[in-house]
């Protein structure tokens, strides 16, 4: 994906980028570049590829919650900074907390943050179930299967808020069997499933809430 069909994809989600947000996911995609040569971030570099698979795929949230109106949100195993970093670029709205259990990936992204000039952001370093507070919104993507995922994730969720687990093809992971065991503790209130432009593979919205 060029930055063009990158800037025509995320029109079709309701974003229109502006220069200071495109100046910030190219320096974002140096730095992840440089920093992959160090420690392992992702095993995507090809910068048409990280345009695609990682910028896009952060914002395809964006299909199922209006973030204009979140105030705060959870990124649980951010890694390299995905869907986190993306989404603080295009909402500074939101106060962005990226949790993630090694201590060199944060150092990482507390150099992302401050590279990219973001406020109201900050990588903690911890375990999700570990960590205790809670937020409009936790997101989590390609962390875990869904059951252990809701053990890392549900207890940050705030009374009105939503887990948004991003995911790629869920079938085989979310059988029936398991949506009853969830369904008794929490609540799937819908899947949203569709395909990444061009390249055409599976991707999952699974939102689930706390039961009232």
């Given at each position: 994906m060029t930055e063009q069909e990158f800037i025509d994809a995320i029109k079709?989600?309701?974003?229109?980028?502006?220069?200071?947000?495109?100046?910030?996911?190219?320096?974002?995609?140096?730095?992840?570049?440089?920093?992959?040569?160090?420690?392992?971030?992702?095993?995507?570099?090809?910068?048409?590829?990280?345009y695609l698979k990682h910028f896009y795929d952060s914002l395809t949230i964006i299909k199922e919650i209006d973030l204009s109106k979140v105030n705060t949100l959870c990124d649980v195993g951010t890694g390299a900074g995905f869907p986190g970093v993306v989404l603080k670029i295009f909402y500074p709205n939101i106060k962005i907390t990226m949790v993630d259990s090694l201590l060199k990936r944060v150092n990482y992204?507390?150099?992302?943050?401050k590279e990219l000039e973001l406020k109201d952001i900050k990588a903690i370093h911890t375990r999700g179930e570990d960590y205790h507070e809670t937020f409009d919104i936790v997101t989590a993507r390609a962390v875990a299967n869904i059951e252990k995922l809701l053990k890392y994730t549900m207890h940050l969720v705030n009374k009105n808020g939503k887990l948004i687990a991003m995911k790629g093809n869920i079938e085989e992971e979310l059988t029936k069997d398991v949506k009853n065991r969830i369904n008794k503790k929490y609540k799937i209130t819908k899947i949203n499933k569709f395909l990444l432009p061009r390249e055409k593979s599976n991707r999952s919205l699974v939102i689930i809430e706390n039961k009232g």
């Open positions: 079709q989600l309701g974003l229109t980028p502006t220069t200071q947000q495109l100046q910030q996911l190219e320096k974002f995609y140096q730095l992840l570049i440089d920093w992959n040569k160090k420690i392992n971030l992702t095993r995507i570099t090809d910068k048409e590829d990280v992204l507390n150099e992302i943050i």
